[in-house]
């Protein structure tokens, strides 16, 4: 993404990119843990007029002062500088209708937001594949199934307090528990759905690659007993 062309010559704070707000943001949210997207937002627009505006100004008026003083110093008297203060406000005024505004409205704010559109997309994409990396409620229930009955216990009564309890152990949603238990328990689910049959069958594969981890050879022994009687098509 370019920076605004008029200010090209002068240092930016930040260039508007996903990549440098994100350092600006995570930059103030190390000092301020509950610092939003919209304070970083307002601290680059105030840095746009307070710093750079500023600055390009102060450096324009003040070359201008000094090449004028340069070439007319005889004609100009110690006094007669303050007459150019008036002057330099009516340039500001010029500059800020002409060029200021306009570059702030065209340039500035749509390469801000589009920058804010990036970075929320990128968190929106880390969390997005953070669950790809989690396992289905199928599989937690699986595994808590396992670990159920190593410990010797009953399996979970299928109803409403169960989930509640569940998910809050997991933090899942409640409504997709009932089906998991009812699955593992019963095996009630749609057997002639391919696509179900898939995601069942990745389901216990994934529970079994868990307790390999953990080398808990009794584990997937219950898993392969309790997949064959899950899995089973009904004549």
Same mark, same amino acid.
């Given at each position: ?151 010797? /216990? !009953?399996? %979970? ?6 989930? &509640? +309890? ?5 933090? =899942?949603? #409640? ?25 069942? /069958? !990745?389901? %216990? ?6 307790? &390999? +981890? ?5 584990? =997937?022994? #219950? ?13």
């Amino acid at each position: 993404m370019k920076k605004i062309n008029f200010i090209q010559a002068f240092s930016l704070p930040q260039s508007l990119t996903a990549i440098s707000f994100k350092a600006e943001h995570e930059r103030f949210k190390s000092r301020f843990a509950d610092w939003s997207i919209n304070a970083t937002k307002r601290k680059i627009i105030g840095a746009f007029w307070l710093k750079i505006l500023l600055n390009h100004f102060c450096v324009l008026i003040l070359s201008g002062i000094l090449i004028v003083l340069m070439i007319n110093w005889k004609q100009l008297g110690g006094i007669n500088i303050f007459l150019l203060l008036p002057f330099s406000f009516i340039v500001f005024a010029v500059l800020f209708l002409t060029m200021y505004w306009p570059t702030y409205q065209l340039e500035f704010l749509p390469h801000l937001e589009t920058a804010i559109e990036v970075y929320k997309g990128q968190q929106l994409e880390g969390i997005q594949q953070c669950k790809k990396q989690q396992y289905s409620v199928v599989t937690l229930m699986l595994i808590q199934h396992v670990y159920q009955e190593l410990a010797g /216990l !009953d399996p %979970f009564l299928i109803n409403t307090n169960t989930s &509640q +309890q569940l998910a809050k152990q997991y933090g =899942i949603s #409640i409504k997709s528990i009932m089906p998991a238990l009812l699955l593992i328990q019963r095996g009630d689910w749609n057997k002639s759905s391919i696509r179900k049959r898939t995601e069942t /069958l !990745d389901d %216990f594969e994934a529970a079994k690659d868990h307790f &390999q +981890q953990i080398n808990c050879e009794k584990a =997937i022994t #219950i898993l392969e007993r309790l997949q064959h009687k899950v899995t089973r098509v009904a004549c």
